[in-house]
């Protein structure tokens, strides 16, 4: 076909015109510098991993109801601080081990809340809505978790 030879042709004279290379040479200093790129990576002394990685939540879930989602609390999460409604029977090192085994970060420091239930009216009807707990979640600096993005 004439439309395909154009193109043979064109990678023939170019593979004529070109020197072949000296693949003996070439192969040995490759082997030579990837031998000396493992010994130089081995001389390296190994740095300690600090970051924390994601494990297994375990009952992360009970303890971290759901993230607080207000105008309040995205404005102190730019500051590292995250606000979470926990369970009611939570203690702080609870939420501590649960932020980290959920996010892979480690808070500096927990400040816990219990908030109180109101009473509540429906014409006639009265009653109380749930107390529960929030906890202040503050991380170091230069950390951050992406709680809210989606929103």
Known sequence: MGLFDKFKKKFESVSKTKKPRNVV?????KIVTKEAEQKK?????????????KEDTKNAFRILRRVIVTEK????????QYAFAVDSHATKEDVRSAVTHTYGVHPTKIHIINVVG???RFGKITGRTA???KAIVSLPVGEKIDVYEGV
């Not at 040479?25 to 200093?29: L, V």
Request: aromatic share 4%; charged share 45%; hydrophobic share 25%.
């Open 25 to 29: 040479g070439d192969s040995s200093k």
């Open 41 to 53: 990576i081995e001389d390296k002394p190994k740095k300690k991993d600090t970051r924390v990685t």
């Open 73 to 80: 609390a995205s404005m102190a999460g730019s500051l590292g």
């Open 118 to 120: 109101r009473d509540v």
């Open 131 to 133: 107390r529960w707990k």
